[in-house]
């Protein structure tokens, strides 16, 4: 089912920025560019972003944002916990969400995951758990590990489903890794950039994504919050690639608006016939590691 999937990469969504651009970039972003040969992971410790970034827990409010005729989802309503600290040798995120889907036959489903992640700071080890609940039962179990070279190739190995091991390609980033790359890429004024990027939240294996940099801007005037109000915010747009996949267009989009310190105020997931809206309800920060 669609949706499923649109679930597991949902869990993924919300360590990355955002972003709104023209057609003629949308229509770029369905040719994903080579990465330039001998570049280096931008892992946390090759990072200039990451001195910046704000350990801190965030409540998105999901809702439906639009869908085609053709769509047989009619409403999706929920909401996401996201929590991003700091664990000293490398970083931790944890996302739960609760959502419920409503279908054009009348039918509902609740939808429950809890995505778990630790990655070093070095950008070279990577761990992962999913679990996801399909109207209170067990729909999917996702657990493993993954260790990546300097140059970016590497291994990924999972406990569950079952038992697999899989080779990742050169230039692979692991999530936060990536998201520091945005925000590196994002204050040196530079607009475009792809890699692939290996997330864990299902056994398809690694993703290509491309992405879009928007001109910077401050975030939302009308908010009060110090942990936002002052910080400088770029639009973002991503689209996901999957390597296994020979499609001309990205499998889905991504759109955000990311904070200087990896905070992300709001997000759009266009899965195609339907898209989803993240709006940032709470926000607080988490305790420095004191490392």
């Not at 995120?93 to 070095?122: H, I, P, V």
């Amino acid at each position: 089912m669609q949706n499923r999937r649109f679930a597991a990469r949902l869990a993924l969504s919300a360590t990355f920025g955002a972003f709104l651009v023209t057609s003629a970039s949308l229509l770029a972003l369905a040719k994903p560019a080579e990465a330039a040969p001998g570049t280096p992971p931008s892992g946390s410790a090759l990072s200039g972003s990451a001195g910046n970034i704000l350990p801190h827990r965030a409540v998105y409010k999901m809702s439906l944002l639009s869908a085609r005729n053709s769509s047989k989802v009619t409403d999706v309503r929920g909401r996401m916990l996201f929590e991003w600290a700091d664990a000293c040798d490398g970083w931790t995120t944890e996302q739960r969400f609760q959502l419920r889907f409503a279908y054009s036959e009348g039918d509902e489903m609740a939808m429950n995951t809890n995505y778990t992640t630790w990655e070093a700071k070095d950008g070279q080890r990577y761990r992962f758990n999913v679990r996801k609940l399909i109207n209170g039962e067990v729909d999917e179990e996702v657990r493993g590990e993954a260790v990546l070279d300097k140059d970016g190739s590497g291994s990924a190995s999972f406990s569950k489903p079952e038992p697999q091991e899989m080779k990742l390609p050169d230039q692979t980033m692991f999530p936060t890794a990536h998201t520091l790359a945005i925000l590196d890429h994002a204050g040196a004024g530079e607009h475009f950039f792809n890699r692939i990027v290996f997330d864990g939240a299902d056994s398809e294996g690694a993703t290509e994504v491309s992405t879009v940099i928007g001109t910077a801007a401050e975030a939302k005037e009308d908010t009060t919050d110090p942990l936002l109000k002052g910080k400088t915010a770029w639009p973002v747009r991503m689209a996901f690639f999957p390597l296994k996949s020979d499609a001309a267009q990205p499998e889905y989009e991504m759109s955000l608006r990311l904070l200087q310190n990896g905070v992300a105020e709001s997000m759009q997931i266009d899965y195609g016939d339907f898209t989803v809206n993240a709006v940032l309800e709470k926000i607080e920060a988490l305790p420095k590691s004191g490392c």
